[in-house]
């Protein structure tokens, strides 16, 4: 019998690479678990391979790929096999709710947050991109469909701030040069990593674009990087220490 997908993308035949390419930046996470503030248990809806996760708490981790839930490191807890709109504990179970760059995965992320915010009694934290700010990234006029598909999937900033608490602060977050978690604006400064194939296909969007378009956006930018004509236009960034871009931290209070 084949399964259902539980969101948008097939990780139990795309997410294998996952653990290689999209691992935990160390910066990032110390904005995310500083607005954990004194929690002891965590839930992490969505959870992947664990990226972002907690490791001095208690982490209830979620995850209904089973391609991303081999791929946890040992000393990571095992995730659960379940989806974000069905979690299986009770009202309050837990001190504290994150969701890492996955809500836009969600088949219905609406139901997804009012699941995690049913199941937290303190902060939910959900890190995630703003669809109004993916044009400040210059992939934008390389891979105008690549953002296209972004902004179709990612819910709206007021959206998940509604879900997640009566009220709620956003945080810009920047994007450190050397960036070791590889969604599409951690290379900002780092242009040629879009030309290799094992990068973008732990970028889930370029799923959403046709493989021929793919392959035109991609020679373009060889073509320019071979040029200088990228460096001419953006190679001011190759130096800039941080991007701020479209990647937010939604943190809800109940």
Request: charged share 25%.
């Amino acid at each position: 019998m084949t399964r259902a997908l539980a969101g948008d993308v097939d990780y139990d035949t795309n997410g294998h690479g996952y653990a290689r390419r999209r691992r935990t930046d160390f910066r990032i996470a110390a904005i995310v678990h500083a607005a954990l503030g004194d929690a002891r248990s965590v839930i992490n809806v969505g959870a992947g391979a664990g990226s972002y996760e907690p490791a001095d708490r208690y982490v209830a981790a979620i995850e209904p790929s089973a391609a991303m839930r081999a791929q946890r490191p040992p000393a990571n807890v095992p995730a659960i096999d379940a989806v974000a709109e069905r979690l299986p504990f009770d009202d309050d179970a837990f001190d504290a709710g994150m969701a890492m760059v996955t809500v836009h995965q969600w088949s219905d992320s609406l139901r997804g947050l009012a699941e995690l915010r049913r199941v937290s009694r303190g902060p939910v934290l959900v890190l995630t991109f703003d669809g109004d700010a993916l044009d400040r990234f210059w992939l934008a006029g390389y891979a105008p469909e690549l953002i296209a598909a972004e902004r179709r999937r990612y819910p709206a900033i007021s959206t998940v701030r509604a879900a997640v608490g009566t009220t709620s602060q956003v945080t810009e977050i920047p994007i450190p040069i050397d960036c070791v978690d590889g969604f599409t604006e951690a290379f900002y400064a780092r242009p040629e990593q879009f030309l290799d194939p094992e990068v973008r296909a732990a970028q889930s969007a370029w799923g959403f674009v046709e493989p021929e378009t793919i392959e035109r956006r991609v020679a373009r930018l060889g073509d320019d990087l071979e040029s200088g004509a990228w460096d001419s236009r953006y190679g001011h960034l190759r130096t800039q220490p941080e991007f701020t871009g479209s990647m937010r931290l939604i943190v809800g209070q109940p």
